[in-house]
C-alpha cells in the first residue's frame, strides 16, 4: 500500500519556518531510507504532499509522528492511502 500524505500547515509561514531546519533534515533521512519516494510544498504554499513508499498504514502514520511539523504543532497531515496497482518501472 501506498500513501499520499498531505500536510497543511496550522501556523503563520515565520512559526513553520522557525521548524523548517529540522524537517528538512527528518524529510532527506526518510528519502534516503525509501520510505518517502516524492515530496514538495503546494503551490499556495499552505502544507505539502509526500508520497511514501510502499507500506502498511502503521507505518505511514509513524512517518507523520515523527515529523518535526507533527511535533511542533505546526502542520497537521491527512492519510490517503491506494494500491499502486500500475506504476512506472523502475519505481
Known sequence: MFHVLKSTYLQPPEVVNETRPAHLE??????????????????DESGAVLITGDMDAEQAQDIVARDPYTAAGVARYERLSFNGAFRATGL
Open 26 to 43: 527528518w524529510l532527506k533521512d526518510e528519502v534516503s531510507a525509501g520510505r518517502i519516494v516524492l515530496a514538495g510544498r503546494l503551490e
